[in-house]
């Protein structure tokens, strides 16, 4: 009824905030020249001003979000008045659900919702078993022959997998796994690269032409019918809807499937590479979460699955999620312009001490006992929260869950030279390689 008398929604009402507290413009300066990581920004900021604080670049103003109940409202209570702008990933996930907005979003996130929850995700549960398998038999061959490998190159291999097999019903080839290696290297290309979109693609264009012609060759064999062992894939999923909807041209297929195989590889790797960083520093942990139940109980998996629980808060994949305000509106009190460019960030609201004690430290203990937790909504959201969330949440919880009581049982790695950098990127991840045995 609001919106046929022209009116806004009653949350906002003109007049009735106070302006977003801003940060000392000479902290910014002095971040400047340090030339730090836009983290330690954030940092400064969050502990100068608060959960909602501003801050400018230049002319503009920004409002950084950490208190949950502010991340409820941008996220999920108001997602049409805070919006996604031109994704950093566009370059190479295309209009991808990732990246796409509007109706066209909404289309392409309901065909893809039903493969991701309940029913959906049982069909690829064999397809993750398999992957975890696949892994766990070539670590049992490093155990015995005592070589030395990447760890981060086998998180990555290990979802990669998994994704493939989800996408095509086939397990991945080792040439396929070589050309793919292009989806890891734009993506962490992407922060660097240049502003003018077509110096961009130029830089990458090598790596973008191989993942096409992989994405070209896997859309034609599911064409021609090459379900693999497992039966169809997601990718076959894709190919009904273009049947009758004529927007899935090929070239949406290609950035579907592209968005799938980057976010689907990406954030379980970064996670589980976290995960055994942290285990290194912390072993009780996994002893605690092998005793906490024999082999397929209920008891391991939910200490398993705090393990990765915890490493998703402390190492949240998507550490930052930008936002555009498009209209003026009441946020927890303050008032926030058309134009103002919002940074909704997990990564601190994890590490805030009101909400999470001692949050420096690893304890996966926090998800297994009662009250170990903030309750609030807003508080905990490693994959965001409202109706733009990660489709994959379900999908990379499982796999991670899977693969870990693979391993943990058998193996102790022994990591040597481990990174003592973070790359803050799209994802946030372990800055180099990560040499280990077994």
């Known amino acids: ?223 021609e019918g090459a379900a693999g062992p497992d039966g169809p894939g997601l990718l076959h999923v894709l190919l009904d809807a273009a049947a009758s909807r004529p927007e899935y041209t090929d070239q949406l297929l290609r950035d579907e499937l592209v968005t799938l195989l980057a976010a689907g590889q990406e954030t379980t790797a970064t996670t589980l590479t976290w995960l055994h960083l942290l285990l290194d520093r912390h072993p009780a942990a996994r002893e605690e979460a092998l005793a906490a139940g024999a082999e397929g109980s209920a008891q391991r998996r939910q200490a398993v699955q705090a393990l990765v629980h915890e490493t998703l808060r402390l190492y949240p994949p998507a550490w930052i999620l930008p936002r555009h305000a498009a209209e003026d509106d009441t946020l927890v009190g303050h008032t926030v312009e058309a134009g103002t460019d919002v940074l909704v960030c997990p990564y601190l609201t994890h590490r805030d001490p009101g909400l999470w004690p001692d949050p420096e430290r690893f304890d996966p203990r926090r998800f297994t006992t009662p009250d170990g937790r903030p309750s609030q909504p807003g508080a905990y959201y490693p994959f965001g929260v409202g109706p733009r969330a990660c489709l994959g949440l379900q999908f990379a919880l499982r796999e991670s869950t899977v693969l870990l009581e693979h391993l943990l049982p058998v193996h102790t790695v022994t990591l040597h030279q481990p990174p003592t950098k973070t790359a803050y990127g799209i994802t946030v991840r372990p800055e180099g390689p990560v040499p280990a045995t077994l």
């Open 1 to 223: 009824m609001d919106s046929e008398a022209g009116l806004r929604p009653l949350s906002y009402v003109p007049g009735t905030g106070r302006p977003v507290p801003e940060a000392d413009p000479g902290l910014v300066a002095r971040w400047h020249a340090e030339r730090g990581e836009l983290v330690d920004l954030l940092t400064r900021v969050r502990e100068e001003v608060g959960g909602v604080a501003g801050f400018r670049l230049g002319a503009g103003l920004t409002v950084l979000v950490t208190d949950p109940h502010a991340v409820q409202h941008v996220l999920a209570r108001q997602p049409d008045r805070y919006v996604k702008r031109s994704h950093r990933a566009r370059l190479l996930v295309g209009d991808g659900v990732l990246s796409a907005s509007g109706e066209a979003w909404k289309r392409q996130r309901r065909l893809l919702q039903s493969q991701f929850t309940g029913t959906g995700m049982r069909r690829y549960d064999q397809r993750i078993t398999e992957a975890a398998r696949t892994t766990a038999a070539r670590w049992s061959t490093y155990a015995r022959t005592g070589e030395t490998f990447d760890l981060g190159q086998e998180m990555h291999r290990f979802a990669l997998d998994t994704i493939w097999r989800s996408l095509t019903g086939h397990p991945v080839d080792e040439e396929t796994a070589r050309e793919l290696a292009a989806v890891e290297a734009v993506g962490a290309a992407l922060p660097t690269l240049p502003a003018d979109a077509t110096d961009a693609r130029e830089a990458v264009a090598a790596d973008l032409a191989r993942i096409d012609a992989v994405a070209r060759r896997a859309i034609e064999a599911a064409r």
